[in-house]
């Protein structure tokens, strides 16, 4: 957020205009974004982000336009908590019929 004020205050100056203030909200949201994985086609950090209407949140590469990998979770998903911690061990699991 300081890089960004940063830069808002030297285009101001070279523009001759007053930088705005930044919404407290946006700032806020723009802190929320935390990775939850590697993007498997670009290696981009993916974040989860709401969706435009405000029902439902989907996965999404932080490289978007460049890389349009998304994952769309159910509408039904009200709340998606990303913890600090990772797996270690992978679990697989075989299913069987009959």
Request: charged fraction near 25%.
């Amino acid at each position: 957020m300081e890089k960004m004020r940063c830069i808002d205050q030297m285009l101001g100056v070279r523009l001759d205009v007053q930088p705005s203030e930044l919404n407290d909200q946006l700032a806020i949201a723009q802190e929320q974004f935390k990775s939850v994985m590697k993007c498997p086609k670009c290696g981009t950090d993916m974040v989860i982000k709401t969706r435009k209407n405000g029902q439902g949140k989907y996965l999404s590469c932080l490289s978007y336009p460049n890389c349009k990998n998304v994952v769309w979770f159910s509408i039904n998903v009200e709340q998606i908590d990303v913890l600090d911690e990772n797996c270690l061990q992978v679990r697989q699991y075989h299913c069987s019929t009959g």
